[in-house]
């Protein structure tokens, strides 16, 4: 739902001012999916809006849970035909994290991501985004839960969508909507530095998180072409200027390929750009895709216990959804095994 346009809508129907807090209210409080379930508001206006400014957006085509219960994977299928996945992630700690698509299909290409084999469809609008939170909202609340975090590391990159992103985390951070803390939101970008220089300047605190996976030119431009436009020389000063501007963290991800961003030479090289204040590295298994070996168990151990030793500050991300193609780079579209839906 895009209030903006919501707001718009009752206005030219010539409705008060408290109808659009009636209505808000019943889509992000109530979740209702449909207006006819909007009881606070009168037959004849649920009709209109209907016709005019529907709740749902999507058909969801297939719903698919993983084998330990914690992840959920939704595709869903866009007024237009287009399809894109969303996921739930429930961790042992209670929070449960929405990673949204911002478009369907990408136009980035990186060699290791399933979703860059797709290509660019289009830009998601504003609603398609909120509403992805509002799916895995309304399932939850029927369990007595709500949507703590929402990451934008699905399907696309945000950098390209940079006013509908924004747009949509304004309406998922309205205290009168979903009321989603800034500081539990994050935008995963593959390094596009005009965008990281817009986000210096929201007034929202929003995460940044950068794929880097790479901490050389020559093996970045192989793994990610976006390098090609935006090298390491382009990209590090202008998240150096982002940290000046906002004293806010930034989280670099970096995913673990077998012989390849993972041999000692390449990891010493790593942990001399990344030992910053501020900078976060997050380890990635590399969830295969066809186009790369991961990196093994033990040598991510030693990678992770490495950068401790060398003061980085670093963490080793967990996976969830593989067994549904559901984790990081995995998001193209494909059925997977264990349908519940
Ligand atoms: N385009 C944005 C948002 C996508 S986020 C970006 O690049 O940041 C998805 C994250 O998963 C990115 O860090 C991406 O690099 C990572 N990823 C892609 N393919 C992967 C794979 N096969 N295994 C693990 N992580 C992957």
């Known amino acids: 739902m895009d209030v903006a346009k919501l707001q718009s809508a009752l206005e030219g129907m010539g409705e008060k001012p408290y109808r659009l807090t009636q209505a808000k209210d019943a889509v992000f409080r109530q979740l209702v999916s449909h ?19 529907p709740i749902s957006e999507f058909e969801v085509v297939r719903e698919s849970e993983s084998e330990r219960g914690d992840t959920c994977k939704a595709a869903l299928k ?7 996945e969303t996921v739930l992630m429930r961790h042992s700690n209670g929070r449960n994290t929405v990673c949204v698509s911002s478009q369907a299909g990408c136009p980035m290409a990186c060699t290791f991501c ?11 609008t504003t609603s398609e985004i909120v509403a992805q939170v509002l799916h895995f909202s309304r399932q939850l609340a029927a369990k007595g839960e709500r949507v703590t975090n929402m990451v934008m590391m699905g399907m696309g990159e945000p950098m390209h969508n940079y006013d509908n992103v924004m747009a949509a985390i304004r309406i998922l951070n309205d205290q009168k909507g979903l009321a989603l803390g800034a500081r539990h939101m994050s935008i995963s970008t593959c390094g596009i530095v005009a965008g990281i220089h817009r986000m210096a300047d929201e007034p929202l605190q929003v995460n940044l998180a950068v794929s880097l996976h790479a901490p050389n030119d020559e093996l970045r431009t192989r793994l990610m072409p976006v390098n090609r436009a935006y090298p390491l020389a382009k990209l590090m000063p202008a998240i150096d200027a982002y940290i000046a501007k906002t004293g806010r963290k930034v989280m670099f991800e970096y995913l673990l390929i077998d012989g390849l961003n993972d041999t000692p030479a390449v990891i010493t090289e790593l942990a001399v750009l990344l030992k910053k204040p501020l900078y976060h590295l ?31 500050s670093v963490t080793h991300r967990i996976t969830f959804g593989e067994d549904i ?7 193209a579209n494909k059925h997977s095994k264990t349908e519940v839906v």
């Open 35 to 53: 207006w006819n379930e909007a009881t606070a508001l009168p037959p004849a206006l649920r009709e209109k809006l209907n016709a005019t400014i």
């Open 78 to 84: 866009l007024t237009d035909g287009n399809l894109i």
């Open 114 to 124: 399933a979703t860059g084999t797709m290509g660019l469809k289009r830009n998601l």
């Open 282 to 312: 997050n380890l990635i298994k590399y969830h295969t895709t066809g186009a790369f070996v991961s990196t093994g168990r033990d040598r991510r151990t030693e990678i992770l216990d490495y950068m401790k030793k060398a003061f980085v």
């Open 325 to 331: 193609d559901a984790a990081c780079g995995q998001l």
